[in-house]
């Protein structure tokens, strides 16, 4: 039977058919659904949201060790916060086979930075491997996991955003149940002290020199001979582009299995066209490896280094072609992203846009929308979890210099459980002076709304224990006069915890609780919550059109000739009333 699956859902499928017994991850775009289609199989299959992808790698080393098949998954930033347990767990190997999928973000659609991690395969010397399509997502992935257990390595699904969002046409199989491997104690090989891994390291050069040769010869890296004149290097969905571009008269090496590099496959391979391309996304990756075993080739002087690919962009690096299109005077409205109307953040972002001599550091999340205008209210953002220490860090710094300027540091819950948590020690122990701010919408907004450890649920839709912010901020060292736990759609109550905590000294905590507007409310949401739908008119003969209620960032209010509000946009929040000076707002 054939199906219609993103590249997401046809590495969970490859899994599930793998006989993959425990799955983990943290949600992140582009490689988000990969576990939300795990899910379907939850009968096979154990599936589990992770705080982190540090956490979420160690977990699925440890199903790994333990003697099953296990997966961890994450977006390319990811791969950063999971490379400590990585560059070690390549060493030890594994029991059970483990596929690691990193999923990058050429263009960043959706991410802070375009990291190539096909580097962190050479890095960690871990066996990579690159689908080009759907059905190469199901397909490798099920390799991956023989490789895994025939080299006794993890190994590293490298995808890219359009390969895990674009659909194809899959061939399912059916499920292969591996027989669970019983635990034997092994210190030499799992404990990795220096003693033990001098061993390891000596042992993984022979297992590279074992997938060098296997990379030489496999199947997925098999060279299609058409026309001499003109041969193609490409993985992954640089491949499709290339097809496009270079037609049915080129040959092409299309490389699935990219670390390590098949050097002698492309040697071979060059030594059979009298011009040789290398097409990849990003970083020279293979050109670099290809020039260096001195093989001349044609790559990133005329493809560009950064920012995602197409045939277009192909096609005019190569031809000099420009791309065809329809012109017209008439362009589309620009609409950058916003946070939603009735959005639970957008009514602490007002209050905190109001202060003066505040340093705002900032988090990765829905309410990095803070920073855009008119609200303005956020400075910096690096990564996860970093804005506390960045607070923390910058408030130590005005304290050196003398400057009198406060720092105020906002982020999510969801980021907060990833790795804020550390931070804000941080700053108890070190004794900052800067206020910690936890925006609590009740769900990971961002990624598409997944249970986090403070929703009450799993992955798998079981009950599951709370984490209670305050209590958590407190057993940090926080104290109860430092901590304040507000509704964020209440600028009263916003504006004085901000006064009362920029006035300290120490470090304090202010926890907005209110779910997301867009969120599937929970039975402990409405009860808790007062979520009845509402909506707010304004009245014209009241209305000055002072635009102050504009300055809120609303999207559901109109500024013309009148100041209208969108009946289908707007929620009720009442932010736009409270900040109406004239009460023309109702």
């Known amino acids: 039977m054939k199906k219609l699956l993103t590249g997401n859902e046809a590495v969970a499928r490859g899994a599930y058919e793998a006989g993959v017994k425990f799955a983990s991850a943290y949600p992140g775009t582009p490689s988000t659904e990969i576990l939300e289609a795990m899910v379907n199989y939850k009968e096979d299959c154990y599936s589990e949201w992770a705080p982190n992808e540090k956490v979420a790698v160690e977990a699925a080393a440890g199903a790994s060790i333990a003697g099953v098949r296990s997966l961890a998954a994450m977006k390319h930033v990811g ?27 050429p263009g960043m659609h959706s991410s802070q930075n375009e990291q190539d991690n096909r580097n962190y395969a050479a890095a960690s010397r871990i ?84 997938m060098t040769a296997y990379s030489n010869q496999a199947e997925i890296n098999a060279p299609e001979y058409n026309g001499r004149e003109i041969g193609v290097v490409s993985a992954g969905v640089a491949y499709q582009y290339a097809r496009e571009v270079f037609g049915e008269d080129a040959s092409y090496l299309k490389l699935g299995m990219t670390y390590p590099l098949p050097i002698d496959r492309i ?33 990133k002087e005329i493809i560009p280094v950064y920012d995602e690919l197409n045939p277009d962009i192909v096609r005019k690096s ?47 999340g829905c309410y990095t ?21 960045e607070g923390h860090g910058a408030a130590k710094a005005f304290e050196l210099s003398g400057a009198d300027t406060k720092v105020v540091s906002v982020i999510g819950d969801s980021t907060f459980f990833h790795s804020g948590v550390t931070s804000l020690m941080d700053c108890v122990y070190n004794q900052s002076n800067s206020v910690s701010v936890i925006l609590d ?65 120490e470090p304090t905590v202010i926890i907005t609780k209110w779910p997301c507007i867009l969120k599937k409310f929970s039975q402990q949401d409405k ?7 509402k909506s707010c008119t304004v009245n014209q003969e009241k209305c000055r059109k002072c635009g102050l209620c504009s300055k809120t960032g609303c999207p559901a209010i109109y500024s013309g000739e009148t100041i209208t509000i969108d009946q289908n946009s707007c929620t009720g929040c009442s932010l736009c009333r409270q900040v109406c000076p004239f009460g023309a707002i109702e």
């Open 127 to 210: 066996l990579m491997l690159e689908p080009s399509d759907s059905q190469e997502c199901k397909d490798f992935t099920k390799l991956a996991y023989e490789l895994s257990e025939r080299f006794d390595t993890p190994i590293l699904l490298r995808l890219t955003t359009r390969i895990c969002h674009s659909k194809g046409l899959v061939e399912l199989g059916e499920r292969e149940e591996k027989p669970y491997v019983p635990y034997k104690k092994n210190i030499a090989k799992y404990v990795a002290t220096p003693a033990n891994g001098k061993v390891m390291r000596a042992k993984l050069e022979e297992r590279i020199a074992d």
């Open 267 to 299: 040697r071979e391979f060059a030594s059979k066209v009298e011009k040789l391309y290398v097409v990849e996304e990003l970083d020279p990756y293979m050109e670099t490896a290809i020039r260096a075993a001195g093989i001349e080739v044609v790559g």
């Open 79 to 105: 791969l950063n916060v999971a490379a400590d347990p990585l560059f070690t767990f390549v060493y030890e190997g594994v029991t059970g086979g483990c596929v690691i999928v990193s999923a990058d973000d």
């Open 369 to 389: 929308l803070g920073s855009a205008p008119p609200l303005s209210a956020m400075d910096t953002c690096i990564c996860m979890g970093g804005s506390i220490s």
């Open 318 to 364: 190569v031809w000099g072609q420009e791309p065809e299109g329809v012109s017209s005077e008439k362009q589309a409205v620009p609409r950058p992203p916003a946070m939603c109307a009735g959005c639970p953040h957008r009514g602490f972002y007002y209050a905190l846009s109001r202060k003066k001599n505040v340093m705002i550091t900032g988090d990765i």
């Open 527 to 533: 009860t808790e919550y007062d979520l009845t739908k």
């Open 441 to 505: 919408n009740r769900i990971t907004g961002m990624t598409g709304h997944q249970e986090n450890p403070g929703t009450g649920y799993t992955l798998m839709g079981k009950e599951a224990p709370q984490v209670d912010i305050p209590m958590l901020c407190k057993s940090l060292g926080i104290k109860d006069e430092n901590l304040y736990v507000v509704n964020p759609l209440n600028l009263e109550e916003c504006d004085r915890a901000l006064d009362e905590a920029l006035e300290k000294d």
